[in-house]
């Protein structure tokens, strides 16, 4: 799966930086053209002797030192993936605030390849929150982050933060080129609906489309077509198609429209149940008095994707306060292949937070809670239950 692929292999200076090199040859073994980039402290972990004995040419450590006029932009125009292993606590800080003050960095870049970070430090420097933030940071702007596992660390120590096993690292490199949805169309809807009230107000909700977001991109890197309905902002990342709107019936229309044309929809939006049923053409005035709004049912829009006789795989969301039993209920009675619940009110959890608690249920009610995860880590483990259910079907 890795055969002619083009690998540039970032190493930092970590302890774990000794098995980069068993990691650069693993990748050869599979085929790979392997190019490596060391940092100054990576050069006092591993000899570059090493890497350039293993694959074949030297590694490039600076700027200034190459023949090479521009190695950054050659390299990550060269590269169809970059891999960093191992990935020290400042590398991954420095990333993630696009710093690019050496070759390793500037390439990170500079590259459109898919970047693939396996840290490696204390289990202290992995658990402490400016690491969380940066690794958070790292998987929202679509890094892909391997381990850290949990094991045997540096001096005797031992815990969360050793870096991945190589072969977990290849693995993970050839799905990434391989991609597990090459090919598959995909609809997500993100966002929370604006039933118009007058010309200025509206009812709305909390829900900022992060969830969809980071659900159309976990898509995106896995190598679908990806076609994102939406209120809410985008991600700022190319390659989706994005179609806005703001209410429910503008929603609705658009994701009957796409739904028989995909072959998964994932309806993640947090859709209004009821919208007021007449529009004032103008302001709602305080010396009017206190008015009286009729409320009327939106289209249920899952409902209406369920019922399509080309209906796609179908994953359903349901923002729950307290009690999931309203999601069960969902999930055994909509027609939905999963159905992804979440209670809004759990700290942390839940609309506009970059992490969310979710329990994912089947049509028979059995329910998998995973544990307060970043949105993308969420995304991932999703798309990873869509391909067994779909596999199994
Ligand atoms: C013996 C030793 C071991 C180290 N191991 C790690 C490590 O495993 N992870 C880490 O994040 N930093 C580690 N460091 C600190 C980094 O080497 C240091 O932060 C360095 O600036 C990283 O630079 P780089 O990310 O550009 O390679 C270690 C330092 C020493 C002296």
Redesign the pocket.
Known sequence: MLSGRRIVLG??????AYKAAYLARRLVEAGATVRCVM????A??LGGQTLAAITGDHPIEGFWDEADVSPHTDLGQWAEALVIA???????A?LAVGLSD?V??ATALATEAPVVVA????TE?WDNPATRRNIATLQNDGRIIVGPATGA??GGDSGR?RMAEPEEIVAELAAVLQGDLQGVRVLVTAGGTREAIDPVRYIGNHSSGKMGNAVALEALRRGAIVTLITSARPPVEGGIEVIEVESAQEMAEAAWERAPLVDIAIMAAAVADFRPKIVEGEKLRRSDGIPSIELEPTPDILGGVAASPDRPFLVGFAAETGSLDGALHKATTKGVDLLVANDVTKQDSGFATDTNEVTIYTPDGAAAHLPLLSKREVAAILWDRIRESRSQG
Not at 11 to 16: C, F, N, P, R, Y
Not at 39 to 42: F, G, K, R, V
Request: hydrophobic share 55%.
């Open positions: 190493v930092t200076g970590g302890v774990a940092t100054e402290a990576a006092e972990f191992p990935a020290t606590a400042a590398t991954i420095k050496n390793l960095l840290p490696a430090m204390h420097m660390l540096a933060g």
